[in-house]
């Protein structure tokens, strides 16, 4: 049944996409749909990495009053560049802690810039997501990893996006997520 509410409900941020990018892979590891699940993890992913490096970058521009909408690019490491080269100290952690003076009680924030590793994955997630994929791999459909060049099969991309899961996560924490004392 279709509500007649009359938006669509997609959270279209870098924990949104990396939430569903786990679903996927999850599905994937359970044999529930098999290897579709893998593809579109690895779209949902680069979505994700996408999204929270424009979410830096916006958030670095709006600071310089600088407007969002002049980012035209969507690869990762582009991004990531642009925004080094906006806030060069973007490239350090940090960490904030906040005490209550009354209480002494105490939370830990961190921030974690993107890195370049993850912004590169954003490239190799797109091999996947194109049917030249189909023609340069022919061993593809080997459930295991066949250990990469010249020949990689779905579980060398499984294990790709796997890792790229992990990477994001890391940069996608909740203040939940976080230290608390």
Not at 98 to 120: I, K, M, W, Y
Request: with cysteine; glycine share 8%.
């Amino acid at each position: 049944m279709i509500s007649d509410y009359p938006f669509v409900r997609f959270k279209s941020g870098a924990r949104g996409f990396l939430e569903r990018a786990r679903e996927h892979m999850s599905a994937y590891r359970t044999g529930k749909d098999e290897v579709q699940r893998v593809f579109c993890a690895a779209l949902e992913l680069r979505f994700g990495i996408e999204a929270r490096v424009s979410e830096y970058l916006k958030a670095a521009m709006s600071d310089l009053g600088r407007d969002p909408a002049e980012l035209t690019d969507y690869v990762a490491t582009k991004l990531l560049k642009r925004l080094t080269e906006i806030e060069p100290t973007y490239q350090h952690p940090a960490v904030l802690r906040l005490t209550n003076e009354h209480s002494g009680r105490h939370t830990v924030l961190e921030f974690t810039p993107v890195t370049p590793q993850l912004a590169g994955l954003h490239g190799k997630l797109g091999e996947l997501l194109h049917y030249k994929f189909f023609l340069n791999n022919k061993h593809w459909q080997m459930k295991k990893p066949m250990g990469g060049e010249p020949h990689r099969s779905i579980g060398d991309f499984a294990t790709l996006v796997n890792d790229g899961i992990s990477q994001l996560a890391a940069h996608c924490l909740d203040i939940c997520d976080l230290r608390r004392s």
